[in-house]
């Protein structure tokens, strides 16, 4: 296995005249190729932004399998702490996503004491498990309310996606819960933004705010 030290990586990096994120994929996954070993840029990551996608999207990419792939992440939490887009692990996870595992991971992460790590544990359902209507109840059943604004915001992005595949299950959910509204006013905003709900079911989402307020 070749290895590459983040001095290397960041001149390859700041080598790419406009430097978009596409650049960065496009050159972790010939790292990937190449099987390229990015363990020394642990240290560094916190440093520069711009070792933080390389070193999980090619540490991720050469892990077989996501029960792997789900340990690299738990033994990098500090450094995913302060960082709000932890969603972009989602990229680098093998599809499909197991839903017993992925369900019973969520069910320790947002229990956590760590803001970015419960937010993981909302944010991970976004990897293609929110599009199966018979798993919506059980993901609605994890949500609780939190004081934090990355964890409310998942929350909220969640329902609200859920919403996309499943309205009728968010709306008897938004119906009888007793969330925050920081959490159900933001789900609401999103579910009535979306181009793919209907105009009926977001006058009756709208419609359930008054109530909502009083969580």
Same mark, same amino acid.
């Given at each position: ?100 595992? &992925?369900?019973?991971? &969520? ?19 976004? &990897? ?25 915001? &998942? ?61």
């Amino acid at each position: 296995m070749k290895n590459m030290t983040h001095v290397e990586i960041l001149r390859d990096l700041e080598s790419i005249e406009n430097l978009r994120t596409k650049d960065v994929d496009l050159y972790n996954k010939r790292l990937i190729r190449d099987k390229t070993d990015v363990s020394e840029l642990r240290d560094f990551v916190l440093e520069n932004q711009l070792l933080h996608r390389t070193y999980f999207q090619v540490s991720m990419g050469l892990l077989p399998d996501n029960e792997l792939k789900f340990k690299f992440i738990e033994d990098n939490f500090e450094l995913l702490q302060d960082w709000w887009h932890v969603d972009q692990l989602l990229q680098f996870l093998k599809k499909p996503v197991d839903f017993d595992f &992925a369900f019973d991971k &969520a069910k320790e992460y947002i229990f956590s004491k760590d803001t970015f790590t419960r937010r993981w544990g909302y944010v991970l359902f976004l &990897a293609g498990l929110q599009k199966d209507i018979s798993h919506t109840k059980d993901i609605l059943s994890l949500l609780k309310d939190d004081e934090e604004y990355y964890v409310q915001m &998942a929350e909220a992005w969640l329902i609200a996606d859920l919403g996309v595949f499943n309205i009728e299950e968010v709306k008897h959910f938004l119906e009888s819960t007793t969330l925050n509204y920081k959490i159900t006013g933001k789900a609401v905003q999103k579910l009535c933004d979306s181009f793919r709900i209907s105009k009926e079911d977001k006058e009756f989402v709208k419609s359930l705010r008054t109530k909502l307020k009083k969580n």
